[in-house]
């Protein structure tokens, strides 16, 4: 049920810059392994399948493991929760550094993913505690913008280490930079969770999740700030292909390019932050959706006019990230309030909403061949009107 009692952010300062760094390093292992496929699967002797299958492992553990750290959060605390999920995170790290054998590797990976989704859930959740529902939007804009960030950055920095030093060195990199993390969650880093709620067994935990589900505005939110997440991974998925077979890039201008609509995002995000205090959640979700919409029709409309080129493509498609980023934060945050004491409850189903629609807008697109931007133009299309739906709804 809703909660409309008053509420004032928890009494002890917990620093946003160090809850915006867990949250980050949730999903940095994802992608600053990417560079580095290549050069693993040859000397664990693995061929391309199977080394992929590393992603998959991570992205699988991702979406499920967030179903779990957020009810354990709401019930023992999210300090000893996340503690323990970067000691997990850690250890899977420290596993994969000498792995001898792809079956070696994969279990890290798994144990990475299962540790690393904490950050992501109780990160988010705790910038929620320590917010009024007034600058909730705000902060959590914040944390979207730096999140945003990890995807851009992460393969260059895995690319350059990796050559440099060779592909173990991506882990032991990473290892330290968990472990330091680590160590200032344990020192600095207060509990925020002021209402621990007790949630025995499994049954409960499915419960917690459907009174969420059964809120309208919060279905609202889930579904469009799944469709706004993570439908550009559907971009993403195709871009090698498309600039380079059919707009003649070379493979280092793709991650320019690439970088390019990721600012999108974040400029979007800056934009949320600067008008949470201006304007209602609801309403500006439904501009940054508008936006999007809006985008894609204009992707769509070039792509199909035959007048495709590499601006014309990174323009909509910049466009579009911009209203990402307006949105996805304003829907975390109207989420969130619906209850504040299911905060991690809330969050873990965000974060499994997102990676789920994340995977299927990445089918959709990936599904048709990457001769035109067309199935990218439909997809995120496609997201925008689903999101829209959701949005007047709710």
């Given at each position: ?37 290549a050069v693993a699967a040859a000397e664990l002797h693995a061929d391309a399948a199977g080394i992929q299958a590393t992603i ?339």
């Amino acid at each position: 049920m809703p909660d409309d009692t008053p509420e004032r952010p928890s009494p002890r300062r917990a620093p946003l810059a160090l809850l915006v760094a867990v949250t980050m390093t949730g999903t940095v292992a994802l992608h600053i392994f990417v560079p580095a496929l290549a050069v693993a699967a040859a000397e664990l002797h693995a061929d391309a399948a199977g080394i992929q299958a590393t992603i998959t492992v991570y992205l699988v553990g991702l979406a499920g493991g967030q179903l779990l750290y957020g009810p354990l959060s709401d019930r023992y605390g999210r300090r000893p929760v996340l503690i323990a999920g970067l000691g997990l995170y850690l250890a899977g790290l420290l596993l994969a550094i000498p792995a001898p054998n792809l079956g070696v590797l994969l279990v890290a990976r798994a144990m990475q993913s299962l540790g690393a989704c904490s950050c992501l859930v109780i990160g988010r959740a705790m910038v929620r505690d320590v917010s009024t529902r007034e600058d909730a939007a705000s902060k959590l804009a914040i944390l979207v913008t730096a999140m945003t960030l990890t995807p851009a950055l992460a393969p260059a920095i895995g690319g350059v280490v990796s050559q440099a030093f060779g592909w173990r060195a991506v882990f032991v990199l990473l290892a330290g930079v968990v472990a330091v993390l680590g160590a200032l969650v344990v020192l600095t880093l207060p509990e925020t969770n002021r209402h621990k709620v007790a949630l025995p067994g499994f049954g409960a935990v499915l419960a917690a999740y459907l009174r969420i589900v059964r809120v309208p505005t919060s279905r609202a939110y889930l579904v469009a700030g799944g469709c706004a997440g993570t439908s550009l991974y559907a971009f993403l998925a195709v871009a090698p292909f498309l600039l380079v077979n059919r707009l003649g890039r070379s493979p280092q201008e793709v991650g320019f390019d690439c970088l390019l609509v990721v600012f999108g995002m974040v400029a979007g995000a800056v934009l949320a932050s600067r008008i949470a205090r201006r304007v209602s959640i609801l309403w500006a979700a439904r501009s940054g959706n508008v936006v999007c919409i809006a985008s894609a029709l204009a992707l769509l409309a070039v792509d199909r006019s035959g007048m495709l080129s590499v601006v014309s493509l990174i323009v909509p498609l910049f466009a579009y990230a911009v209203g990402v980023g307006l949105l996805s934060p304003n829907a975390v945050a109207g989420l969130m309030n619906v209850d504040p004491h299911a905060a991690g409850s809330a969050s873990s189903l965000y974060g499994f909403t997102q990676m789920t629609f994340g995977a299927v807008f990445t089918v959709a697109a990936t599904a048709w061949p990457a001769t035109s931007a067309t199935p990218v133009a439909v997809t995120l299309l496609g997201a925008g009107l689903v999101a829209a739906l959701a949005l007047r709804r709710g």
